[in-house]
């Protein structure tokens, strides 16, 4: 695609950047004689007729968010029918960059966080939650400060899913357990992308990975956060902590701001808490006590330790049932039963004998064979690729009925495997999903007929199912992204 050369009074230098929500451009503003930075959003968008009017009021909403560690907003408006915001040109480069050079030091991640935490405070107090917090949206000026930029367009994007149908727009390795299950979010998802954005300065790596988008999105729902001193074991042990309360799958358990998370780091990089003063309320204030003595700070690690013992616990007990609903009754087969076989007792010339091996005998009416269960989780896009999450009966077979759409293995988790689904947007395509029946165990191969299966659950003979006998089929949605 061609970089167009003016984009409303902007002259277009070069393109910054293309992404699943936007294309960044690198523009000059001859009316201040300033560079600038264009953000152009998919002139699909426009094709809602409500998303003008949401996209001037979020937009405004974004602007008014005037505070030094965020990324302003010069000018709206739209070129040819496709919206654009105008922001300050920052020529530092990103956290990403800085990352992608090494480990970032203790004392420098607690400076980065703390300046970013005031922005995200600010913001939250205004009822604005960034939602796609990540190193590639940290930008640094001339100066090495840091900024927040992309404030509200996550949620400018998701705001078309009247039209696309969308699933939760964001980035899967920073994206917290309730938004990537689509539930209601607040700042505390932020905090929990900030959480892992430390993790990811102090070791130089995610804390999660996987073959794919959705299975990175499955480990941060059901997976118990990495421990940081395994792979970084010169770090100071508190660290730990820090990042298990901020990355708390249950958001109770989270610091409640960002400004709580870059106090602890303060008090453990510098030994003290910082000037970190927001007004108003829900700012929580001394979770860390710095260690006077070598046995006090063995203390605090001890007590830290089983405070991320009772998250964990928690986290895991409360979310067990938020990705894949609440527990229902499998539905089942039902199979008629067999005719258990005779046996005629072998003779002999002075009496006759029973047989070692007598046959189990035939199931009574009604016994029943398990049919897997199926049950769509979530929808994510990424980078304009829509996934589909699908729990299913663990140790199932599955298979896409339709060669458009293709189904992975991701993880297994609470008993259910789960799998992420990728196809045609805005379609739907039949999943086929069977439980076969278990292979029978070596002592049990003569307790039946040929064609029956001993049932050990019943002590009974089954007549082996006909083929499909253990199979659904389920209609799966695969949604537009923007």
């Known amino acids: 695609m061609a970089i167009p050369t003016k984009i409303g009074r902007y002259e277009i230098k070069s393109e910054l950047g293309r992404g699943g929500m936007a294309t960044v451009y690198r523009g000059y503003d001859p009316s201040f004689d300033r560079e600038v930075a264009i953000k152009v959003l998919p002139r699909e968008m426009m094709h809602d007729p409500q998303f003008r009017v949401r996209f001037e009021r979020e937009i405004k909403m974004i602007a008014g968010l005037e505070h030094p560690s965020i990324v302003p907003v010069y000018d709206v408006g739209d070129e040819d029918g496709q919206p654009y915001f105008v922001m300050r040109f920052m020529t530092g480069g990103s956290l990403s960059d800085m990352i992608d050079k090494g480990k970032v030091p203790m004392q420098e991640t607690a400076r980065i966080v703390e300046r970013i935490a005031l922005g995200l405070t600010h913001a939250h107090k205004k009822g604005i939650v960034h939602r796609d917090l990540k190193p590639d949206n940290i930008l640094f000026d001339e100066n090495g400060d840091p900024f927040i930029s992309d404030f509200g367009v996550a949620k400018l994007t998701e705001s078309t899913g009247n039209l696309t149908g969308s699933g939760v727009i964001g980035t899967p390795a920073y994206m917290s357990p309730e938004q990537a299950q689509g539930n209601d979010i607040d700042g505390r998802s932020d905090v929990y992308g900030l959480g892992v954005i430390v993790y990811q300065m102090l070791?130089?790596?995610?804390?999660y990975n996987a073959d794919t988008p959705m299975g990175v999105v499955v480990k941060h729902i059901t997976e118990p956060v990495p421990e940081i001193l395994k792979m970084i074991p010169d770090l100071p042990h508190e660290v730990d902590g820090i990042i298990k309360l901020s990355m708390a799958k249950d958001r109770n358990k989270r610091y409640a701001s960002a400004v709580d998370l870059a106090k602890a780091l303060n008090l453990l990089a510098f030994g003290h808490e910082g000037n970190l003063t927001i007004s108003g309320t829900g700012i929580h204030t001394g979770t860390y006590k710095a260690a006077a003595t070598p046995s006090g700070k063995s203390k605090t690690g001890l007590i830290v330790g089983g405070m991320v013992l009772l998250v964990v616990i928690a986290g895991v007990f409360l979310l067990r049932n938020q990705l894949f609903g609440s527990p229902q009754a499998a539905p089942t087969l039902t199979v008629?039963?067999?005719?258990?076989?005779?046996?005629?007792?072998?003779?002999?010339?002075?009496e006759s004998v029973a047989s070692p091996l007598p046959f189990a005998p035939a199931c009574a009416s009604g016994v029943t064979l398990p049919l897997p269960s199926v049950e769509?989780?979530?929808?994510?896009?990424?980078?304009?690729?829509?996934?589909t999450g699908v729990a299913i009966s663990q140790g199932a077979t599955f298979e896409s009925l339709n060669p458009d759409f293709t189904c992975t293995f991701e993880t297994t988790t609470d008993g259910k495997?789960?799998?992420?689904?990728?196809?045609?947007?805005?379609?739907?395509?039949?999943?086929?999903?069977?439980?076969?029946?278990?292979?029978?165990?070596?002592?049990?191969?003569?307790?039946?007929?040929?064609?029956?299966?001993?049932?050990?659950?019943?002590?009974?003979?089954?007549?082996?199912?006909?083929?499909?006998?253990?199979?659904?089929v389920t209609k799966i949605n695969i949604r537009s992204c923007p």
């Open 203 to 207: 070791s130089g790596s995610q804390p």
């Open 336 to 350: 008629a039963p067999t005719e258990a076989p005779t046996l005629t007792p072998a003779a002999s010339s002075t």
């Open 376 to 387: 769509e989780t979530n929808n994510i896009c990424v980078q304009k690729i829509p996934y």
């Open 417 to 472: 495997d789960i799998i992420s689904c990728r196809g045609v947007p805005s379609f739907a395509f039949d999943l086929k999903v069977c439980l076969p029946p278990p292979p029978p165990a070596a002592d049990d191969l003569n307790k039946c007929a040929q064609g029956s299966l001993f049932d050990k659950a019943n002590q009974c003979c089954i007549a082996v199912p006909p083929k499909d006998a253990g199979c659904v």
